[in-house]
């Protein structure tokens, strides 16, 4: 899908980014974005029946555009994250989509991955892998959802 032209595409990448990184209450820490950012790619994706990312809801109600970090099942709860309220800089890498393993209700999920040394070092120091949960994933945001259809029932006529 060529979703930005080109020449936009190499100004994209070249352009830093930041966030601040937070943490919930149980642990959760993530970089903290401007909605902006997923309101502006959101919009170059031409795509029937997407939607932005429901971050008004669910178990992080009210999070936000965010890029994880760190779960919090990866370190000890005693584990003080001394780097919150810090600001991380990041680039923009690969724009893609995937039917997302563990979101059931989603038929496709539109990501950018971001390039962030900080972030790989900031996982390091506290001895973890440098991507997140050690999963090979790379550190991304979600800019936009397609939510699996529901099956219609079908009406059955008796006579």
């Known amino acids: 899908m060529n979703w930005y032209k080109q020449s936009f595409k190499s100004r994209l990448i070249s352009v830093p980014l930041k966030g601040t990184l937070e943490q919930t209450n149980d642990g959760f820490v993530y970089l903290?974005?401007?909605n902006d950012v997923i309101h502006g790619l959101f919009t170059l994706i031409d795509e029937e029946g997407i939607e932005k990312p429901p971050y008004d809801k669910g178990k992080y109600n009210g999070l936000g555009?965010?890029?994880?970090?760190?779960n919090q099942d990866e370190f000890k709860e005693e584990t003080k994250i001394k780097e919150i309220g810090r600001e991380f800089s990041f680039k923009l890498g690969k724009f893609y989509s995937t039917e997302p393993e563990g979101w059931d209700e989603m038929e496709?999920?539109?990501?950018?991955?971001?390039?962030?040394?900080e972030l790989e070092k900031l996982r390091k120091k506290y001895g973890l892998p440098q991507t997140y949960k050690g999963?090979?994933?790379?550190?991304?945001?979600?800019?936009?959802?397609?939510k699996k259809r529901k099956k219609q029932a079908g009406l059955q006529l008796i006579f």
């Open 32 to 34: 903290n974005l401007s």
């Open 65 to 70: 555009a965010h890029i994880s970090v760190m």
């Open 108 to 117: 496709r999920v539109w990501f950018v991955s971001v390039i962030s040394p």
């Open 135 to 146: 999963l090979n994933h790379d550190f991304h945001f979600t800019c936009a959802i397609k």
